[in-house]
């Protein structure tokens, strides 16, 4: 079955730290990944995504690649904020029967000033 | 609407109560899901429809559990004799389906129901 393993958290960092939260994948056929933000009692955005092989998703800063040689798509970003304190959850669609998003656990991100 | 809409926003019910939460995808799209995040946790996948048809119910955690979609929108999910391991948030989700057999769109989610069984 498909699954996701995010990166444990939390994660906290000065502001203009680099990030990278890790994200790795297993799934059949040619999933697309996502990264969702979901901010301090706020639902779920969608942060960016990407469809196939060596897609770079970006959006506000933060840029994933599809790594399909070795299962990833880890976040980066090269500052980060204190209004980027949020968590962020890595995910999946293999577009196949089942047909849902497969989602990491989570990462807590906090940003200190 | 603009987005999806859940409805109540926060539910506080005692044991063994039943509950209906309400969903309102996002007008035209035909796949709904319904996910459960509980306390330091990720997300649960619980349901998903596809129209009115619900062809994944694998995530469904017991029989207390049913929901259904009516005209192709509104979606309700109903947990019957809530139990204290019930209080979490519950998400619901929308996406269009832009091909059978595949789609890799993304799914908007509504703000949440948060249910506390006390």
């Known amino acids: 079955g498909n699954s996701v393993t995010q990166m444990e958290g939390p994660v906290t960092l000065s502001e203009e730290a680099f990030l990278t939260i890790n994200c790795t994948y297993t799934?059949?056929?040619?999933?697309?990944l996502f990264w969702y933000v979901q901010y301090p009692g706020e639902g779920l955005q969608l942060l960016l995504k990407a469809t196939k092989a060596d897609d770079k998703g970006s959006n506000k800063g933060f840029e994933a690649t599809y790594r399909k040689e070795t299962t990833s798509f880890h976040l980066e970003k090269g500052s980060v904020q204190v209004s980027d304190s949020a968590v962020y959850f890595c995910a999946l669609s293999d577009g196949g029967s089942a047909r849902q998003l497969t989602f990491g656990s989570g990462t807590q991100l906090t940003v200190l000033p | 609407g603009a987005g999806v809409s859940q409805s109540p926003s926060n539910k506080v019910t005692e044991k063994g109560k039943d509950v209906e939460l309400r969903c309102d995808p996002i007008?035209?799209?035909?796949?709904l899901y319904w996910y459960r995040q509980s306390l330091g946790q990720g997300l649960e996948f619980l349901i998903y429809f596809q129209g009115n048809s619900a062809p994944d119910k694998s995530g469904l955690p017991s029989d207390r559990f049913s929901a259904e979609r009516t005209g192709g929108s509104v979606s309700t999910l109903t947990i019957q004799r809530t139990q204290q391991e019930d209080s979490a948030v519950y998400l619901c989700?929308?996406?269009?389906?832009?091909?059978?057999?595949?789609?890799?769109?993304?799914?908007?989610f509504g703000q949440g129901t948060r249910l506390t069984v006390v």
């Open positions: 007008s035209g799209h035909t796949a």
């Open positions: 989700a929308s996406s269009l389906v832009l091909r059978q057999g595949g789609w890799n769109t993304e799914a908007f």
């Open positions: 799934a059949t056929g040619y999933p697309s």
